[in-house]
């Protein structure tokens, strides 16, 4: 497994690729907790040593079970656990994150609890608060970086500006946002120039789409009743036909390279800069097992090119979450 700096703010070192858990917590579709639990040794096993959660996963279960599947390998890897956000009060309450100090106190507390460790590697507030100016959300997660309660701080679906404005309180040591073929925000607004400017890692989630470039949905009759994805625009039935076209298309490009199309998928996010740390999700071995591979794929310019040619930006039908959901992005 290849090991790269994470930032220059942090002293970790990690695996080039990392395991994102949500989907272990029944986020899309069953789950078992054995084969979860079997799927974060396996990937221990392979080198993988940076694990992303929430306190908001499973309310609760996902921490639950990374505890109980980290329980005497403390020391193997990184934890980047994430604050969530508070529910909306209704369906107009779009402004609220999760950057009040009695908020984020409370969830470290019982994220420790959970995870049952002393001190989170990694604590990062899931959304800019619109409520809360930047820096005393900030000034919050550094006191409890002095209190021995992680030992890092970090921002997810973070604008530029609030980058900047958060380093005046303290240093960020990562930047965490949704990049994949179909969804490229950071790379067309200016987040991820400016984490490196800044000397932040960068941590990109559901480079799988959120399993619509996993090579399993190809008609919103694909998402299984309870998933939360039958809320998604890009998932209503008249967008993924109009999406399906283009996975059609990198599909037959993946089959020639002779990889699947989740491969293609993080090979692409893969070679968007080495300082990128894709953290697609698995809640098998064979799946993880097959996300690894994307590791070993080589992408020539050519095939870069054609990529976008097949996708290029906004070519995608429906925005990557509800539109009360994209309200908190890019705050």
Known sequence: ?????????????????????????????????????????????????????????????????????????????????????????????????????????MICEESLKRLEIDCLDILCMSRVDREVPIEESVGTMARMVEQGKTRYIALSEASPESMRRAWTVHPIASLQFELSIFSRDPLE??????????????????????????????????????????????????????????????????????????????????HQGDDIVPIPSSKSRDHLDDNLKALEVELTPEDLARIDEICPSGAVAGTRYPEPMMMRMNV
């Open 189 to 270: 607004m200016g987040n991820l120039d400016c984490a490196r400017d800044l000397g932040m890692g960068f941590m990109a989630y559901s480079p799988l789409g959120r399993g619509i470039l996993s090579g399993q949905v190809h008609s919103s009759d694909d998402i299984p009743e309870g998933d939360t994805r039958k809320n998604y625009p890009r998932y209503s039935t008249e967008n993924m036909a109009h999406n399906a076209k283009i996975l059609a298309k990198l599909e037959a490009m993946a089959a020639e390279k002779g990889i699947s199309l989740p491969c293609l998928a993080i090979a692409w996010v893969l």
């Open 1 to 105: 497994m290849k090991m790269i700096p994470f930032g220059k703010v942090t002293d970790y070192t990690v695996s080039r690729m990392g395991l994102g858990c949500m989907s272990m917590s029944g986020v899309y579709g069953p789950q078992d907790d054995g084969e979860c639990i079997a799927t974060i040794h396996r990937a221990m096993e392979l080198g993988v040593n940076f694990l992303d959660t929430s306190y908001s996963y499973g309310q609760g279960h996902n921490q639950l079970l990374i505890g109980k599947a980290i329980k005497g390998k403390r020391d193997q890897v990184v934890i980047h656990s994430k604050s969530g956000a508070p529910p909306p009060k209704d369906e107009n309450d779009t402004n609220r994150g999760a950057g009040g100090e009695k908020y984020l106190r």
